[in-house]
């Protein structure tokens, strides 16, 4: 498999060296207290947001198998872990079927992983990873706190216009 590639993350993520891992995308922005959202790992394996498009076709999409409405894709951009031979393993396997499979986005593999996986994994609100900050207007404060905003335009205003990407980690 390439050394770099859109989806490198899925290599990287049983790199991590800490016990608890937060993943953060390079598009989000952590605005609020984290407060003791490692401590969902006591109980739980993974912890992610669901992907905000749920009746879309896109995000009902497995690979392999059929899963109910009630079981949409699941945004990996904002990545909740504990590290164990577990979930190590499930990280292998992830980006190993994902490179096997063909398809460019890794939460259609990972859909189906869940679904059958044993891992204990909670779904987070979707203050940990806000995708839509238009709801902001429609939230009234006391519905809950914004922690993580994550989102492709941040990367729009940072590009330095002309500049190509980086496509090879060895010209780095």
């Known amino acids: 498999m390439p050394r770099v590639h859109a989806r490198a993350k899925l290599e990287c993520l049983p790199l991590s060296r800490f016990s608890r891992t937060l993943y953060l995308d390079c598009d989000t922005l952590v605005v609020g207290d984290l407060g003791n959202v490692f401590s969902l790992l006591d109980r739980f394996d993974l912890a992610m947001a669901h992907d905000v498009r749920r009746a879309s076709d896109l995000i009902q999409e497995g690979l392999d198998v ?3 409405y009630a079981f949409p894709q699941m945004n990996s951009g904002v990545l909740l872990y504990r ?3 577990e979930t190590d393993g499930f990280f292998a396997q ?3 079927k994902f490179h096997a499979s063909g398809v460019s986005r890794d939460q259609i593999v990972l859909k189906d992983m869940l679904w059958d996986s044993k891992l204990r994994f909670y779904v987070l609100p979707p203050e940990f990873n ?3 900050v238009t709801v902001l207007d429609a ?3 006391a519905d ?3 922690k993580i905003i994550h989102s492709h335009r941040f990367m729009d205003h940072m590009r330095v216009p ?3 990407r980086i496509k090879d980690i060895e010209s780095c």
């Open 66 to 68: 059929a899963t109910p």
């Open 83 to 85: 590290k164990s031979p």
């Open 94 to 96: 992830w980006a190993r």
């Open 130 to 132: 806000l995708r839509r």
């Open 139 to 141: 939230w009234e404060p």
């Open 144 to 146: 809950c706190e914004v």
């Open 162 to 164: 002309g500049a190509a």
